[in-house]
């Protein structure tokens, strides 16, 4: 069973910080994605990295996959109460299916 | 939109009862998952299914079964419910091949007594 580390486990931090989070593993994934679930809510997908070094931003969120396709970063600018949430990553082989990791929990305090 | 409906989102049931979860999905996916979730474990996969009638064992399919007799709705069973079944159960769909993003469900909050 692939798996997929992530950390922190928990941040909490004011609006405003910036923050990185990790997901690591020693497997090759063909793809990742990154999820966030809000309280009361399922995963909603924000955004899927494809190619080795790859960077995607999506307003203040800056999202890469690592050279070697085994670890990728969130990295939130200017923080805010919205960012508040769990962040999932996951990955993915054709040959398999998702692997999700253990989640980030995010608070986000005025 | 895809819109992911899982039946209830408390449930409260005793030890030994049988339990039914229910998912519906609204965009004709051929691929759907259960999963439980728990703190400092993730999403943990208990049945997927990628067809009508199809479905293969997850990482945790151990205490569970699932049916799917229709396209859109795929259930989940609880043969003889325990405490260690207490969890989040989460329902998502996805098209295409099964690494594909999904859609999830708000998820039912399972409680066994």
Redesign the interface.
């Known amino acids: 069973t692939q798996l997929l580390e992530q950390s922190p486990q928990f941040l909490s931090i004011q609006e405003g910080e910036n923050l990185t989070v990790y997901c690591n593993s020693s497997s090759v994934f063909s793809s990742l994605q990154w999820y966030r679930q809000e309280p009361g809510e399922g995963p909603v997908l924000l955004v899927t990295v494809v190619t080795g070094g790859e960077v995607k931003k999506l307003k203040r969120l800056t999202f890469q996959f690592g050279d070697a396709r085994k670890d990728s970063s969130l990295h939130i600018t200017a923080a805010q109460p919205g960012d508040t949430g769990l962040y999932l990553c996951a990955g993915g082989d054709p040959a398999s299916k998702l692997t999700f990791g253990t989640g980030t929990r995010l608070q986000v305090t005025l | 939109d895809v819109k ?1 409906t899982q039946s209830s989102r408390y449930l409260v049931k005793r030890t030994g009862e049988k339990v039914f979860l229910e998912c519906v999905q609204d965009m004709d996916h051929e691929n759907m998952f259960w ?1 439980r979730q728990d703190p ?6 208990i049945y ?1 299914s990628y067809d009508v009638k199809m479905k293969e064992k ?2 945790i399919p151990e205490g569970y079964s699932v049916s799917r007799e229709k396209k859109e709705r795929f259930s989940l069973i609880l043969e003889s419910a325990s405490t260690n079944q207490t969890s989040m159960y ?1 329902c ?1 769909s996805s098209l295409g ?11 039912t909050r399972l409680s066994i007594l």
């Open positions: 992911v999963y400092g474990l993730g999403l943990r996969l997927f997850g990482d989460l998502a091949v099964r690494t594909q993003p999904q859609h999830f469900g708000d998820g």
